[in-house]
T-cell receptor
C-alpha cells in the first residue's frame, strides 16, 4: 500500500459525459501528479500540482482539467468524453515539487475508465 | 515522439534463467527510475539512478545507468515467478521537472 488513494476504482460512462476522478496523496506529500495509461501509449504524464498550484503540464487535453484543494487532495475532471479516453488513470504523490529528477513518486491503485 | 525506448516489449522465460531488459534514449536524463507494475495496480518504484555509470543492486536485480546518462539496463538473476510484471523505466529532466515513461517490458516468468 503506497498510501495514495484513488476513487472510484472503476468508472463506466457514455460518450459526451463528464466524470471526476479523485486522489488523496500520502500524508505529508505536497505534490500530486496525474497520468493516463493506455495499451498503445504507455504511461503519459498529464499534469502536476504542488501545494495547490499547477507546477507542470504534460499531454493533457483541453477537455481535461485538474485542481488541488487546500487539504491537498486532487480531482481530475474529464469532459466531453470520447471512446479513446478509456484508460487507466493514475495519481502519484511526492513531497517535493521536483517530480522528475531525484524524487520518488508513489502511485495510487488507479481508476479504470471505460467510455461506451 | 517516444523519448524512452524499452526492449524487448515482451519476454517470457523459464524460472531460474537470467535476463536483461533495456531502456534507451537519445536524450540525456538527470535521473532514471525503474518501476514494476502488476496487473490492476499502480507502478511501484524499484530504484533511482542519478550518476553516469552507476550500478545499484536490489537482491537479484541489478540496475545500471549508462555513462552518458542516456540509457539504462535491468538485469535479473535466477528469475522467479514473482518477478512477473510490467517493468517501466522513467527519465527525469532537471530543466522541466517532468518525468517521461517508456512503454515498458512485459515480463513473464514460467514456473
Amino acid at each position: 500500500d503506497s498510501g495514495v488513494t484513488q476513487t472510484p476504482k472503476h468508472l463506466i460512462t457514455a460518450t459526451g459525459q463528464r466524470v471526476t476522478l479523485r486522489c488523496s496523496p500520502r500524508s505529508g506529500d505536497l505534490s500530486v501528479y496525474w497520468y493516463q495509461q493506455s495499451l498503445d501509449q504507455g504511461l503519459q504524464f498529464l499534469i502536476q500540482y504542488y501545494n495547490g498550484e499547477e507546477r507542470a503540464k504534460g499531454n493533457i487535453l483541453e477537455r481535461f482539467s485538474a485542481q488541488q484543494f487546500p487539504d491537498l487532495h486532487s480531482e481530475l475532471n474529464l469532459s466531453s468524453l470520447e471512446l479513446g479516453d478509456s484508460a487507466l488513470y493514475f495519481c502519484a504523490s511526492s513531497y517535493s515539487p521536483r517530480g522528475g529528477a531525484y524524487n520518488e513518486q508513489f502511485f495510487g491503485p488507479g481508476t479504470r475508465l471505460t467510455v461506451l | 515522439t517516444q523519448l524512452l525506448e524499452q526492449s524487448p516489449q515482451f519476454l517470457s522465460i523459464q524460472e531460474g534463467e537470467n535476463l536483461t531488459v533495456y531502456c534507451n534514449s537519445s536524450s540525456v536524463f538527470s535521473s532514471l527510475q525503474w518501476y514494476r507494475q502488476e496487473p490492476g495496480e499502480g507502478p511501484v518504484l524499484l530504484v533511482t539512478v542519478v550518476t553516469g555509470g552507476e550500478v545499484k543492486k536490489l537482491k537479484r536485480l541489478t540496475f545500471q545507468f549508462g555513462d552518458a546518462r542516456k540509457d539504462s539496463s535491468l538485469h535479473i538473476t535466477a528469475a522467479q515467478p514473482g518477478d512477473t510484471g510490467l517493468y517501466l523505466c522513467a527519465g527525469g529532466r532537471n530543466r522541466d521537472d517532468k518525468i517521461i515513461f517508456g512503454k515498458g517490458t512485459r515480463l513473464h516468468i514460467l514456473p
